[in-house]
């Protein structure tokens, strides 16, 4: 029986890029098992987060010391793709089915590749400008994106393509989006940093721009031709940028924790003043230098120096005394760094395996 003309078909597109999505996300799950200790605990984990950060960004999440060290600016691409639990997955690809059904209702599935692909790079260009995390991974930007031209479509475009998507209520859906913005600028103050919140609110410039450009009829060659300079523009902006923004305490972070690990200790250290010259009174940027001091086994009294000014911003928070009980078993301080390990398992107001596993590794250094 022949489909009705009138009716759409499948999202073609949009399937295919959940089904991608599914299967790296499958590729680097396997991975993730096969190099646990514990496979049934890596699986149960996966649930709501993958702890293989370094597998994670050997398939192609966005490492941002990598891109302004080593120039890899694939990364931005390949993080789209990738996802950091079967939650995170989940939820994205329910919101790309949700609103890319109906894009590609509009657009077809050539134009719907192209927006999510463009609203991608320009939320992850986003996010490496603003230093915004050391690592990021997941379609959200993309989904922002063709959200917002989903928007612009409904509000802007011509009557034939309004009435392909005359369900959707732009009032509605430009309100969640700004909703859901608003959420993401507020969890931080609870000490939920999940969310690439600038990445999301890129890929949503990105996809506005994308989604006019689109809703443009051909004979508006001069508006078409600035929205498409508007999106070039913005990406020229965005690598003038993200290829080193020093402006960013985030920037001077993250390079010092990467120049660490590849064993340019004094430009990491130099790195790491010049963020808390920036940010004197940030307790948590003088806990991320001291952890990462820490983890590298190098220069460990200055990283005891910084925990404790942390700790006398507040006292009685677990990473804090957790970084400090670390520091002091590398030291050899054994008794001492229990201690604080013993005291930040008492503060915490969840079960941290990161807490037990330093208590046990700081046990076994007094056999040694």
Not at 141 to 161: C, T, Y
Not at 244 to 266: I, K
Not at 287 to 302: C, D, F, K, M, T
Not at 308 to 320: C, F, G, I, M, T
Request: with cysteine.
């Amino acid at each position: 029986m022949p489909r009705d003309p009138g009716r759409p078909g499948a999202p073609k597109a949009t399937i295919g890029l959940i089904a991608a999505c599914l299967v790296v996300f499958l590729v680097v799950w396997v991975l993730v098992l096969v190099r646990a200790d514990d496979p049934l605990d890596a699986a149960l984990r996966s649930l709501w987060a993958i702890d293989d950060v370094e597998l994670l960004a050997r398939a192609g999440a966005l490492v941002a010391s990598e891109v302004w060290l080593d120039h890899a600016w694939w990364r931005l691409a390949s993080a789209g793709l990738l996802h950091g639990s079967w939650l995170h997955l989940a939820v994205n690809g329910w919101a790309l089915w949700i609103v890319g059904s109906w894009t590609e209702r509009v657009w077809g599935p050539g134009r719907q590749l192209a927006l999510f692909a463009l609203a991608s790079l320009g939320g992850c260009l986003a996010s490496l400008a603003w230093a915004e995390a050391p690592i990021v991974v997941g379609a959200s930007a993309g989904i922002f994106g063709v959200a917002g031209a989903l928007v612009m479509v409904r509000a802007f475009g011509a009557k034939d393509q309004q009435k392909k998507v005359e369900p959707v209520s732009a009032k509605i859906l430009g309100g969640q989006l700004v909703f859901w913005l608003v959420v993401g600028a507020l969890l931080p103050l609870f000490g939920v940093e999940l969310l690439a919140q600038a990445g999301h609110l890129g890929g949503l410039v990105m996809g506005c721009l994308v989604g006019l450009a689109f809703s443009r009829p051909p004979e508006h060659r001069l508006s078409r031709g600035l929205l498409w300079a508007g999106v070039v523009g913005y990406f020229a902006l965005g690598v003038a940028l993200g290829v080193r923004p020093s402006w960013r305490a985030n920037y001077h972070s993250f390079m010092g924790t990467a120049l660490v690990e590849r064993g340019q200790l004094e430009d990491a250290l130099a790195a790491f003043e010049h963020a808390i010259a920036e940010h004197p009174e940030d307790a948590g940027l003088h806990n991320y230098v001291a952890y990462s001091l820490a983890e590298g086994g190098v220069e460990l009294e200055r990283a005891e120096e910084f925990v404790r000014v942390a700790l006398e911003a507040e006292p009685e928070n677990a990473d804090y005394l957790d970084t400090l009980g670390w520091i002091q078993c590398k030291l050899g301080e054994t008794e001492a760094g229990i201690e604080s390990l013993e005291a930040a398992e008492r503060a915490a107001e969840r079960e941290i395996p990161e807490i037990e596993e330093h208590l046990e590794r700081c046990g076994g250094f007094s056999l040694e």
